[in-house]
């Protein structure tokens, strides 16, 4: 165990901390105006189930959709709770600033490296 091993991050994806309906969740954040095929590909699942998802989160109220011409946008409704007991008091806010963080870090990253 003295030699650190490379991780093959293709094998870890067999699991992930973060739900499908999370991803999808995270994926409308950061891009509003992106199409199900997009979803689908941001979260690693199929466009069946990416509309299947975003289906749920309309009905339940985390997501609503508008049509803009042709295209639909999505806006996501931060006060809503998580539906996880273990964490009962968190939101749907509390979810997206996991991204925010990530978002300014890179951000932060990119202006060193310039």
Known sequence: MGEAQA???Q??????FITNHAQILLAVAQ???A???ELAAAAEITERSAYRILADLQRAGYVRRRKLGRHNVYEINP???LRDPTIENGS?????SLIAHADVEA???SRRVA
Do not use: E, Y
């Open 7 to 9: 991780i093959n991050l």
């Open 11 to 16: 094998t870890l994806r067999t699991w992930t």
């Open 31 to 33: 891009d509003p105006a």
């Open 107 to 109: 951000h932060r990253q």
């Open 35 to 37: 199409t199900v095929a």
């Open 92 to 96: 749907v806010r509390d979810l997206l």
């Open 79 to 81: 006060s809503m709770p």
